[in-house]
């Protein structure tokens, strides 16, 4: 079964975390993408090369708050004075936009973000399904026999199994008798140095081996690499099916990437504390290897609901230690947070940066792992995080927001008594507030 969706999710998070191990920084998409049109502003609007000076421009001078006034060039092709300002009105309004719509996106810390930010990344534990039109064994497909194929997870620890299973339907969508023929699992190799081990797996619909109920139309079975010759396989291992639907023989497989070894067990209870604003998760980890480490965990209200999303990226030695997970203060009170919070269904892993599988992961912690107190939201602080990189884009922001206020008030000298034009989100921040 192919796994896409799910393995682009983990490629991304693991992006993630090379981004950490190389840089240490904090990147906010929205502002990268804001940033493009910031640019393009610049050269729209700060041009000191294509138009001739005129009367209407402003020299490049140091003003009294630091900011460089580069020259503002007032177009000559607008026909009217009612256009030219206008066209500077919304020039403002547009790098306004920029700076709000960053300065919104990037208030709480990456390792703290609202659950809606992560809907494909909060129930990590579902079955990844798909269906399609059954493949031949020799290749095509029969368009008249759909298969429904699932698989527990993708990722793997060592000790931890996989449930598989196939169903067929017929283009009535009514259900049909799958018989397996051969279920083979081998680690996939592509430098021809790894193990070539093949594995057979008891693939039916009997109700043993991981069938969950016999003779429901739904053919299983639950494979388990640390109890086969694939024990010390480390990689990608593929289980192939070939089966028949009526007399027609078609195929199925399905992959998982498997870790022989743990390069880190947890290592004892969840602690608690509200640490300088925020609410702080402390999960001890006996660490085997050193290096760096990436954790993820679901944060549900007292409801149940998702709340929010958060992450751990951090470089650990070896030995006892423990995994910081934040959740921020101003995420609970925006929210305003449920209490008691449910902290479930924690993973993670150790990268291992160019190298293939790029991962070795820890046992995950599958359901609710712990429940916080009751707290009052008030106990928290509403304060904007701010880490140097955010500052830093911010700061830039803000300097192409006086430059547009510097040319508005250039043509329009009144302006300068009267409150400047907003964007939209500024208009909706100043609301909210």
Same mark, same amino acid.
């Given at each position: 079964?192919?796994?896409? $969706? ?14 950490? +191990? ?22 729209? +609007?700060?041009?000191?090369?294509? $138009? ?16 460089? &006034? ?34 919104? +996106? ?10 809606? @930010? $992560? ?8 079955? =990844?399904? @798909?269906? $399609? ?29 996989? *449930? %598989? ?40 619909? !009997? ?12 053919? +299983? ?8 010759? %694939? ?12 089966? !028949?639907?009526? /007399? ?34 402390? %999960? ?10 990436? =954790? ?17 990226? @951090?470089?650990?030695?070896? /030995?006892?230690?423990?995994?910081? %997970?934040?959740? #921020?203060?101003?995420? *609970? ?33 599958? /359901? ?25 884009? *911010?700061?830039?922001?803000? &300097?192409? =927001?006086?430059?547009?206020?510097? #040319? ?26």
């Amino acid at each position: 079964m192919r796994y896409k $969706h799910r393995k682009q999710q983990q490629k991304e998070t693991t992006s993630q975390a090379r981004q950490g +191990s190389r840089l240490k920084r904090t990147v906010v998409l929205a502002g990268v993408t804001l940033l493009a049109g910031t640019l393009m502003y610049r050269a729209a +609007s700060f041009d000191d090369g294509e $138009h001739p000076r005129t009367q209407s421009q402003l020299p490049t001078s140091p003003s009294s708050d630091g900011i460089s &006034k580069k020259t503002i060039a007032f177009s000559p092709l607008l026909p009217s004075a009612t256009e030219q300002r206008t066209h500077l009105v919304r020039q403002l309004e547009e790098v306004d936009q920029t700076l709000c719509t960053y300065e919104e +996106s990037s208030k709480y810390p990456l390792s703290s973000r609202p659950a809606a @930010e $992560h809907l494909d990344q909060l129930y990590p534990n579902q079955t =990844v399904s @798909e269906s $399609h039109a059954m493949r031949k064994k020799n290749g095509g497909v029969d368009a008249d026999i759909q298969i429904e194929s699932g698989q527990s997870r993708v990722y793997m620890a060592a000790r931890e199994s996989v *449930l %598989l299973s196939l169903r067929a339907y017929d283009q009535a969508h009514q259900p049909q008798t799958v018989f397996v023929t051969q279920a083979i699992a081998r680690g996939l190799s592509f430098d021809n140095k790894r193990n070539a081990t093949q594995v057979a797996l008891a693939m039916a619909d !009997t109700g043993r081996d991981g069938d969950e109920q016999a003779n429901d139309g739904i053919v +299983s079975a639950r494979f388990s690499p640390a109890a086969t010759g %694939l024990a010390q396989f480390h990689g990608t291992i593929r289980i192939e099916v070939n089966f !028949t639907v009526n /007399g027609q023989a078609g195929m199925a497989f399905f992959d998982v990437i498997y870790s022989p070894d743990l390069p880190a067990t947890w290592a004892g209870k969840i602690r608690e504390a509200n640490e300088a604003g925020a609410l702080v998760f402390y %999960l001890p980890l006996q660490v085997h290897r050193p290096g760096r480490y990436l =954790v993820n965990a679901r944060l549900d209200d007292a409801s149940g609901a998702p709340f929010a999303f958060l992450n751990f990226n @951090e470089l650990l030695p070896q /030995g006892l230690t423990e995994v910081k %997970l934040i959740a #921020a203060g101003n995420l *609970l009170r925006d929210k305003e947070a449920s209490f008691p919070l449910k902290l479930r269904d924690i993973d993670g892993f150790l990268l291992k940066e160019d190298s293939d599988p790029d991962r070795e992961l820890i046992p995950r912690i599958e /359901g609710i792992a712990y429940q916080s107190k009751q707290y009052n939201l008030k106990a928290f602080s509403d304060a904007e995080w701010s880490g140097e990189e955010r500052q830093r884009h *911010l700061n830039e922001f803000r &300097k192409d =927001v006086a430059l547009a206020k510097e #040319a508005l008030v250039a043509f329009d000298p009144d302006q300068a008594r009267r409150p400047f034009p907003q964007s939209a989100c500024s208009k909706a921040r100043t609301s909210f507030k």
